[in-house]
């Protein structure tokens, strides 16, 4: 897994790793893109992604089906302001259809926020 071998494997808060033993539920959400490309690519068991104003990196390297492995199941949540100037709406859009086809597409909820900007708000 490039990725892996690029960061050194997956680290728990702590900076411990998880060698042999059952891993906590985690997720992710700071950086949506890594958050996606990671979710669809590792071998590590992960309780669900929150990806914010991002897309899907190297979206046509992905199988035109769904992916194996052990997060097919796993739930995503996308949230993308319509208004965003750095990541345009339309890719995020086309990033959550990419994603149901890679993994259960009930699992997938893509949310537009009305005004925002590439930001977060309290919605």
């Known amino acids: 897994d490039p990725l892996e071998s690029q960061s050194g494997g997956i680290r728990a808060p702590g900076g411990s790793s998880h060698s042999g033993s059952p891993p906590p539920r985690i997720c992710l959400s700071a ?3 890594l958050s996606l490309y990671t979710a669809l690519t590792t071998q590590q068991k992960l309780a669900g992604v929150t ?15 769904p992916i194996g492995g052990v997060n097919r199941d796993i739930s995503i949540l996308q949230c993308h302001g ?6 345009p ?5 086309l990033t959550a259809e990419k994603l149901k086809t890679l993994v259960n597409p009930a699992n997938v909820t893509f949310r537009t926020y009305a005004g925002m900007m590439h930001s977060s708000c309290q919605q």
């Open 82 to 87: 319509d208004l965003d100037p750095l990541v």
């Open 89 to 93: 709406l339309m890719f995020g859009s």
């Open 51 to 65: 990806a914010l104003s991002c897309w899907l990196p190297l979206r046509a390297s992905f199988p035109q089906g």
């Open 31 to 33: 950086g949506g893109a």
